[in-house]
Structure formats: structure tokens, C-alpha cells
């Protein structure tokens, strides 16, 4: 492939949106794993409990930052459209969250992961489910 078939390629606009939606996903996953962290070792929390809080924490703020960078195209502005996608990705994200839990338990569990560690690999994961669906549906870009 030539310079000019790379180029078509690294900006075909799923190509951009999925980039954009793992440099959310992944500053989110810092937060994320700064929130579990401080959860489980200042608050006392068992790690499932903490990183269900830390993961709805981190929803809205990706929400934002998807909504005004990654699906920029496509963003709502008027606040009906906005809380309409708010809800919509809550509900794909919340619908994830079984997902990223059952992983992180699994990866500690079976795989001996430290938590920290294993929740980085549970994001992972669960976030391409999250792209596919907040891409199709949060945002309705086919």
C-alpha cells in the first residue's frame, strides 16, 4: 500500500472516530483506575463496588468529550438532543458494565491479575462493544 492508500485509510472517518474513541476511552481509563484506586485503598471499598462507581463516574465525562470531539459531526447541541444521547450512552455503557465487571473478576480470579491491571485489560475489552453500540446508537452513524 502507497502513502496515498495509507492516507486513505488512517482518515477514513471510522478510522478518526475509533482513534478519538480510544484516546477518550483510554484518558478515561486513568481516571477510571485513579477513582477505583482511591476507592479500594482510602474508602475501604471492595474492588467490584468501587469500580462500578468509578465506572459511572467516568461515563458523563466521556460523554462529553465523545459528543464535542470524537462523533464532532454528529453532536447534539440542543439540550433535548443532548440529554437524549446522555441517556443512550448510559444505557449502552450501563449495559457494559456487567461485561467489565465479569472480566475484572475473571482476570483477578482466574488469571491471578492484580486489580488495577485486570481492570485495564476489562476496559479494554468492553470498549469496543461500548464503540460499536455508542457509535450506531448514541450517536447513529451507520
Known amino acids: 500500500m502507497g502513502d496515498s492508500g495509507y492516507r486513505a485509510v488512517a482518515n477514513h472517518p471510522t478510522v478518526v472516530r475509533l482513534y478519538r474513541f480510544g484516546l477518550v ?13 482511591l476507592l479500594v485503598e ?22 462529553v468529550a465523545n459528543n464535542a470531539w470524537t462523533f464532532q459531526h454528529a453532536k447534539y ?3 433535548y438532543d443532548y440529554f437524549v444521547g446522555l441517556v443512550r450512552t448510559n444505557i449502552v455503557r450501563g449495559s457494559a458494565i456487567p ?5 475484572l473478576w475473571a482476570f483477578v480470579n482466574w488469571a491471578g491479575l ?6 485495564g485489560f476489562a ?10 453500540l455508542d457509535s450506531r446508537w448514541t450517536w447513529q452513524i451507520a
Not at 99 to 103: D, E, R, V
Not at 114 to 119: D, Q, T
Not at 123 to 132: A, D, K
Request: glycine share 6%; charged share 5%.
Open 77 to 79: 447541541t440542543t439540550r
Open 123 to 132: 476496559i479494554f475489552i468492553s470498549g469496543l462493544y461500548r464503540y460499536y
Open 99 to 103: 461485561i467489565q465487571l465479569a472480566l
Open 114 to 119: 492484580v486489580y488495577l491491571l485486570a481492570n
Open 25 to 37: 476511552g483510554a484518558s478515561a481509563a486513568v481516571v477510571q483506575t485513579a477513582v477505583l484506586w
Open 42 to 63: 482510602f474508602a475501604g471499598l471492595n474492588y467490584l463496588v468501587a469500580a462500578t462507581v468509578a465506572i459511572e463516574f467516568t461515563i458523563v465525562l466521556q460523554y
